[in-house]
């Protein structure tokens, strides 16, 4: 699956992005935290995303993103997101 579409409305945070893929490029799991309204989604769906699909810095394979919202119990919604993407990686594989 290719970005969002939102990468031409999205400017002025490639600092922010230019983070973001320094710190995938030496850990293989990030997560986005800060209050309502701060621009996490933009951040991610219209900077890091296409940023991610245009780099060369990690290999050509494809990317599984993962997007939640942790509600009341965290660990458990990470934990279903996480399994519910595999499964549906693997239901397209093979």
Wanted: glycine letters at 10%; one cysteine or more.
């Amino acid at each position: 699956m290719k970005p969002f579409g939102l990468s031409d409305r999205f400017f002025g945070r490639q600092e922010e992005v230019n983070r973001l893929l320094e710190h995938l490029r030496l850990h293989p799991f990030i997560t986005v935290i800060g209050p309502s309204g701060s621009g996490k989604s933009s951040l991610v769906f219209a900077g890091l995303t296409p940023a991610l699909w245009e780099s060369r810095l990690f290999g050509s394979d494809g990317w599984r993103i993962q997007s939640m919202r942790p509600g009341e119990s965290p660990q458990t919604t990470l934990t279903q997101t996480l399994a519910n993407g595999a499964q549906q990686q693997a239901a397209r594989c093979c």
